[in-house]
């Protein structure tokens, strides 16, 4: 079936390195989210990228879309114990209108 | 109420009883969501609405019914329990259909089957 792969499934950081998690899809999206879901809490939506080759900023993040419209990172710089969390892509497909969710990637800070 | 409310919070449940998660929302959205979260497999959608009166099968819909009897609220029903149904789950909402929309979740129901 249709798969959204997100890798790392986890990435222990120090705080102030940077962080970065992929995903891919084996079909074009119409469009891929981007959400963050704190230890203990529900996802929260963080933004959504549509149109090829996209880039989009908030602060430390920045999200890209893939020019094939099949993959797709979140980029956090100089990470801060409060981007703890699991982020998670969903990609939606032309064929049908639900969203596939990756995996996840486990933000982890060392001590 | 402001957002999604979800009810219980959590629940210990003997395999074979049959229970209902609770969802409501206030936002007057057209969309709602079911996602189970296991560890390492991150959501899966169960059930969705697209709006009250209809309802529609995600990725793992067995065992698991649902209803849209009205826009706000959308409960799960186990019609009767297994521990493989051992999951958090997430109520969500959108103002349509979910791929055009940003989705709003609920806290969730900690569920145990035991």
């Known amino acids: 079936g249709q798969q959204v792969m997100q890798i790392p499934q986890y990435q222990h950081v120090q705080e102030g390195e940077d962080f970065t998690t992929y995903c891919n899809s084996s079909t074009t999206l119409s469009n891929i989210q981007w959400y963050k879901q704190r230890p203990g809490g529900h996802p929260v939506f963080l933004i959504q990228?549509?149109?090829s080759g996209e880039v989009k900023k908030q602060k430390r993040l920045t999200f890209q879309f893939g020019e094939a419209k099949k993959n797709s990172s979140l980029h956090i710089t100089a990470t801060q114990t409060t981007d703890v969390g699991t982020y998670f892509c969903?990609?939606?497909?032309?064929?049908?209108?639900?969203?596939?969710w990756g995996a996840g990637t486990k933000l982890i800070i060392k001590p | 109420i402001a957002g999604i409310t979800q009810a219980p919070t959590s629940q210990i449940l003997a395999a074979g009883r049959r229970m209902t998660l609770r969802c409501t929302q206030d936002m007057r959205h057209n969309a709602m969501y079911w996602y189970r979260q296991d560890l390492g497999l991150g959501l899966r959608l169960i059930h969705y609405?697209?709006?009250?009166?209809?309802?529609g099968k995600g990725e793992v819909p067995d065992g698991y019914s649902v209803s849209r009897a009205n826009t706000d609220d959308f409960p799960l029903t186990l019609a009767s329990a297994v521990p493989s149904q051992t999951s958090v789950y997430f109520c969500?909402?959108?103002?349509?259909?979910?791929?055009?929309?940003?989705?709003?979740f609920g806290p969730g129901t900690r569920l145990t089957v035991l």
């Open positions: 969903a990609g939606a497909m032309d064929s049908n209108y639900q969203l596939i």
């Open positions: 990228l549509v149109k």
């Open positions: 969500a909402s959108s103002p349509t259909s979910a791929w055009a929309d940003e989705q709003f």
């Open positions: 609405s697209n709006t009250a009166g209809t309802t």
